[in-house]
Nanobody
Framework: QVHLVESGGGLVQAGESLRLSCAAS??????MGWYRQAPGKQRELVAS???????TYADSVKGRFTISRDNTENTVNLQMNSLKPADTGVYYC?????????WGQGTQVTVSS
């Protein structure tokens, strides 16, 4: 079992920045990442990172968001710059541990125009 604790969501204006953090209760050897779900839409991958540092980004956030992880602290962070109203949604931390997916409780990000 893995417990995930997220922090860092909030309400910002377009063009501003936010940083999301997620701490895992175990040492994660699998992928860590962030997904988001906008109202009325399916949950989608925002960014992920392997233990070795290989990153994947959704096309919509490339160049604006940066994912990072600290393998000693078991944390994954998402730096979000130049935020747009389209980035609004609930952001979920996700980790893969022993071939199973674990999810955080979600943190709301709202970007006003």
């Amino acid at each position: 079992q893995v417990h995930l604790v997220e922090s860092g969501g909030g309400l910002v204006q377009a063009g501003e920045s936010l940083r999301l953090s997620c701490a895992a209760s175990r040492n994660i050897f699998g992928s860590m990442g962030w997904y988001r779900q906008a109202p009325g839409k399916q949950r989608e991958l925002v960014a992920s990172i392997t233990r070795g540092g290989i990153t994947t980004y959704a096309d919509s956030v490339k160049g604006r968001f940066t994912i990072s992880r600290d393998n000693t602290e078991n944390t994954v962070n998402l730096q979000m710059n130049s935020l747009k109203p389209a980035d609004t949604g609930v952001y979920y931390c996700n980790v893969v541990y022993v071939d199973q997916n674990y999810w955080g409780q979600g943190t709301q990000v709202t970007v006003s125009s």
